[in-house]
């Protein structure tokens, strides 16, 4: 396991990711009417240092979490949280799923 990967029991659940973000036409967007930084993708995190898009999610017990878009784009199209995802194209901002 990775050192920094948070085991799977303290991530965000499904029940709680859905009622947030939504997968349309393969990119992952906040649902309309969630508070947040707008409902585009390309507004809908960071680019870290390391060239990968994070954004942070509230949670409700009100703590922050930041997380990976493209972990969050697996889970939500797979329904489990990936080990390791490769960037089959190489562009580590490309987060639409096959």
Not at 67 to 75: A, E, G, M, P, W
Not at 87 to 98: A, E, M
Request: aromatic share 12%.
């Amino acid at each position: 396991m990775h050192k920094f990967r948070r085991p799977d029991s303290e991530r965000i659940s499904m029940d709680e990711l859905s009622k947030i973000y939504e997968l349309k036409d393969g990119y992952l967007s906040r649902k309309h009417g969630v508070p947040g930084r707008g409902n585009s993708r390309k507004k809908l995190g960071r680019v870290s240092t390391t060239g990968y898009l994070w954004t942070s999610i509230r949670r409700e017990n009100g703590k922050r979490e930041w997380y990976s878009v493209h972990s969050l784009t697996f889970f939500l199209d797979h329904g489990y949280w990936a080990l390791e995802i490769d960037h089959d194209d190489r562009n580590k901002l490309n987060n639409h799923t096959s």
